[in-house]
Each structure stands twice: as C-alpha cells, then as structure tokens.
C-alpha cells in the first residue's frame, strides 16, 4: 500500500533537452566518455525539474535511451538493427517505425541496460540531495510490449508474436532481478500494448504473461504496471476502452496499476475501484497529449472525482503516459500542476 495519500508519480519517460535531441542525432561524433557524461548531464535536468515539482516518485526520464543501440533492442542478440521505415512521409506517427528482423535466437547477456540507469539516477539523485527524500523508480517495457517492434521468424522457432514474447520474457524477469539486487525498491513494467490490443485478444492470456515476468520479484520490490493507449508522435491506438480488460486483469499480481484517464475524459472512471480493492491505482491526472496547461484547481477537482471511488492511500496521480512526447517546457509545468493540486486536496483530507 501507499505510503502517503495520493502519492505524486511519472511513467518513465520525461522530454529530452533539445541538446541532447541535438547530440542523439549525432552520436558518432561523440566517444564513450562523451557519451556517458551526455547521459549523466541529461538525468540531472530530468531529476531537477521532477524535484522542482515536488513529486513523491520520480525515474531517470529515459534520457539514456538516445537511439535504437542504447534502447532494449541495442542490448538484444539475434536481432537487426536495420530497420526501414514502411511509411517515410506524411504525418509522424507508429506506421513510419520499422520492425527488427530476428535472425538468431533472443539473448541478452549484457542484461537489457536498465540496472546501469537506475545507478546513475541514483548517482545524480545523491548528487542533488535527494536521496531518501523521494523513491526512485525503474521502467522497462515488459515481454509483450516488446515484441512489438520484432518480425516473426518461424524457422528460428517464433512464429509469431506470442513466441516471440514468450522469448523476451525470461530476459526481462533477468533485468527485473538483477535491479532488485542492485536495491531498486519500485518497478515498473510498461505494457501498454496489452491495453493497445485486448479488444481483441484473449486478456486472461496478458495476465498470465505478465504474472509470470514478475514472479521472481513480487513482494522483494513495489512492482508496477503501466497501461495506455500508445503516445508514439502523441497518437493513441486502438479502441481507447479499458472495460475489455476486466474483470481479468483484476488478477495481475503488481502493487501498482496505472490507467490513462485524462485524454479519455475520465470515461470508466468507476473502474478504478475494482482495481484498488486489491492493489493501489494509479490514475492519468494529466493530459500528456494535450497543450492545455492543467491549473493545479482542475487537478484538485479531477482528484476529487476518483476519490468517489478509492479511498486516498490506494490512489496514485501520474500523467497519463510519460512526458517523452510533450514539450519540456510544457511537460515541467504539468507536473508541477500535479503536485500542486495533490497538495490542494491532500490539505482537506
Ligand atoms: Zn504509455
């Protein structure tokens, strides 16, 4: 549970500066102390404008994750890393990203790079005189979501997108130990294409996957899960319903679930109630899509709401996804919206 009523959080990933977009492009003239010192410079600016806004929980904000080599999929073996996009014009959105051919069996012997973030926010978080003052947490995309982006290979044994899942899936669980070992105390498994794709896939098959991932860390660290509809280009997929995944994923075994709300209006908001009569809820407070800039009052009132239905230690306020694809300068003054109005309501609790 909770430690504190309506704790403040983030979904992973938090806009970079636009030196670093700028450097992300041009990697190769960069060596790997260039390199490393960019990474570090870059967590420094996404912990100090999560501290500047107050929040209980905060993440690296990705920033380490400047291009395919330095993703997930840049710690993988078997796979090719040259992927063309399908679609090269038009509007940007997910259709003009390509997917990896598979050309070896999966393996990740280096780990999939996430241990190594979390010690350089905790580094930068020590630096910064943070530490013990908010919890630091871990992201990584979990199996299913993951295999998204790879082509099925049956000659290799993946068929398709479930063998390929069922492939990633112990060398996520091997990532998730090793950052319980490393004394990461809240993860979270991003899965938001089980949310993307339930409509018409068989959920009970989700929650098996991912309760097997977990299995090893459950009850060592505060496991959590993120659900939405997709951000890629700030563009959802899929019909944008949470109902097709009840009552099954009411048996996913995590501490944490978080749900979009505020780029859906708050529609199955009622939801979130069964969710929480087991598990804290994380609710999307802030509208990571939209450039109306949240007063802390309309957070106060849009808290409020969900205190209808959960009681305020099981209730967690996030953005709706994370912040990668907001402006900076709007994502900083969202989450400083968010705090400001859990502090509003917390005052009359
Ligand atoms: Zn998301």
Redesign the pocket.
């Known amino acids: 549970m909770n430690q504190c009523p309506l704790r403040t959080s983030v979904?992973g990933s938090y806009p970079f500066p636009a030196w670093l977009e700028h450097a992300s492009q041009h990697l190769d003239r960069f060596g790997s102390e260039d390199r490393s010192e960019l990474q570090s410079d870059a967590v420094t600016c996404a912990v100090k404008d999560q501290l500047a806004a107050g929040l209980d929980v905060i993440t690296d904000g990705e920033q380490s994750r400047l291009d395919f080599n330095l993703s997930f999929y840049g710690y993988l073996q078997g796979i090719d890393l040259e992927s063309a996009s399908p679609r090269r014009w038009g509007p940007p959105a997910h259709d003009q990203r390509g997917r990896h051919a598979v050309v070896a069996p999966l393996q990740a012997p280096r780990g999939l790079g996430a241990v190594e973030e979390y010690r350089r926010l905790e580094t930068v978080s020590r630096e910064l005189g943070a530490a013990g003052r908010v919890t630091l947490k871990a992201s990584i995309p979990g199996p299913y979501t993951l295999s998204g982006r790879l082509l099925p290979n049956a000659d290799l044994g993946y068929p398709d997108r479930w063998a390929l899942t069922e492939a990633l899936l112990p060398l996520v669980r091997q990532e998730l130990e090793a950052l319980v070992a490393a004394g990461c105390r809240e993860i979270s498994v991003?899965e938001?294409s089980m949310s993307c794709y339930g409509y018409r896939e068989e959920v009970r098959r989700f929650v098996d996957l991912f309760n097997r991932t977990v299995e090893t860390v459950t009850g060592k660290t505060r496991v959590c899960m993120?659900l939405?509809f997709?951000?890629y280009k700030a563009r959802a997929i899929g019909p944008r319903q949470i109902a097709p995944l009840f009552p099954a994923f009411l048996d996913m075994h995590c501490d944490e679930m978080h749900v979009?709300m505020a780029s859906r209006e708050f529609s199955e908001l009622e939801l979130i109630a069964q969710v929480a009569r087991h598990r804290d809820v994380a609710v999307g407070i802030v509208d990571v899509k939209s450039y109306y800039i949240e007063t802390p009052e309309d957070i106060a009132a849009r808290v409020r709401r969900c205190l209808e239905y959960v009681p305020a230690d099981r209730l967690v306020l996030a953005p709706?996804?994370?912040l990668s694809q907001t402006a900076r300068w709007a994502a900083r003054r969202k989450l400083q919206a968010l705090c400001a109005g859990a502090a509003l309501v917390r005052k009359t609790l």
């Open positions: 979904i991003d938001p993120h939405c997709g951000n979009e709706d996804c994370g």
